[in-house]
């Protein structure tokens, strides 16, 4: 069984450190997507993966071989980068044998390979035509092609979706859904920034942050259960909602002091001894609806409406320095800018983080 074994993997450049030690298991025909924010070691980790670069420290095995020593052509990897890297003066079907040209596979091979792979990515009726003859999104398919072709132990995508148009992103990204079932015994590994590609496409979601490793699990695992306050944040569009404040009582409902004097009580355990001490509370926008009566989390001004049609977002106003709480209404929602309104959310959608941004589970 093909899969990857990460233990304690470290990278420097010289005195700076990137990854500090990265330990993940992956099981043969998983779909893992590395998300995290602009330099935390998300692409490095996938490029030291395919041999690109080298390990500082630590231990890599694919398919239970060490390969910390291997070439990237003898790790059984093929990647797909984010530049489509087409030679332009070749046929589709030519940039797609290219490699296996280089290895010498027979002309018989070759064909079947190219051929097997354009019907996937139906590219079939394109294998005459030059690179400059495509679309951005046929470019791309091209680039998975060639990789398909090399019949590979392990997929590498950095972020292959990133130079495409929203209408290109949003096809490109089904057939790429497409494929992973179509090739279910093969690993990928997918490297993006995007969040509606890795909660749409992985069966795990690694999140990284400075170098290290914030949590690992099934996407709507990280949305409903954030081990901390980095991840409550990040996974989820709009962002979650996070208001400071203090513990005022602990044990099995725990009760916050928050700025403005409102006390909130939270049904969510917390440890004796916790009184006194910095905590916060999360609420996702899309959790919030608007409340009658004095049964109410908070209240606010409403600064902004954005009217998407398909969704209501407000923005509530919030003293300076502080970011606005927004609140997700599905539909067209009767709010003006300027109305003071009261929100509410279920029990069971609330957070709890500690002072160090670690969730308080129920």
Not at 54 to 81: C, H, K, W
Not at 92 to 113: L, P, T
Not at 158 to 168: F, G, M, V, Y
Not at 219 to 244: D, H, K, Q, T
Request: charged share 25%; proline share 5%; aromatic share 6%.
């Amino acid at each position: 069984m093909t899969g990857l074994i990460l233990k304690g993997i470290r990278k420097s450049y010289g005195e700076v450190k990137v990854l500090h030690g990265i330990d993940l298991d992956i099981k043969q025909g998983e779909f893992i997507v590395f998300v995290g924010p602009s330099g935390c070691g998300k692409s490095t980790l996938l490029r030291m993966i395919a041999g690109l670069e080298e390990i500082t420290g630590g231990e890599m095995y694919i398919d239970g071989q060490l390969v910390n020593e291997i070439p990237p052509s003898r790790r059984g990897i093929a990647m797909v980068f984010q530049s489509y890297a087409l030679y332009p003066h070749m046929t589709v079907y030519d940039n797609m044998a290219f490699g296996m040209k280089i290895a010498k596979e027979s002309k018989q091979e070759i064909d079947r390979r190219v051929r097997a792979a354009a019907e996937i990515l139906q590219l079939t009726q394109y294998l005459e035509r030059l690179p400059k003859a495509l679309s951005g999104g046929q470019r791309q398919r091209v680039a998975i092609g060639r990789a398909i072709c090399r019949n590979p132990k392990v997929f590498l995508f950095d972020e292959p979706l990133s130079n495409l148009d929203a209408a290109l992103r949003v096809a490109t990204r089904i057939e790429i859904a497409k494929l992973s079932e179509k090739m279910a015994d093969t690993t990928m590994i997918y490297v993006t920034h995007d969040q509606v590609e890795a909660m749409t496409l992985a069966d795990r979601i690694v999140v990284l942050n400075g170098g290290r490793v914030e949590q690992v699990g099934e996407p709507l695992e990280l949305y409903e259960n954030p081990a901390n306050l980095f991840v409550a944040r990040f996974i989820g569009s709009p962002a979650m909602n996070i208001i400071a404040g203090t513990v005022k009582a602990s044990g099995e409902i725990t009760t916050l002091d928050l700025a403005g004097g409102k006390t909130l009580a939270v049904h969510i355990p917390t440890p004796s001894g916790e009184e006194g001490k910095a905590a916060s509370f999360g609420v996702r926008p899309e959790d919030l609806f608007i409340a009658d009566g004095d049964d109410y989390l908070f209240e606010g001004k409403v600064s902004i409406v954005e009217a998407l049609g398909e969704v209501t977002l407000l923005y509530l106003e919030a003293p300076a320095g502080e970011e606005p709480v927004i609140v997700k209404i599905p539909g067209i929602a009767p709010v003006k800018k300027g109305q003071t309104l009261r929100f509410s959310a279920p029990p069971e959608k609330l957070h709890l983080f500690d002072a160090l941004g670690k969730t308080y589970r129920r």
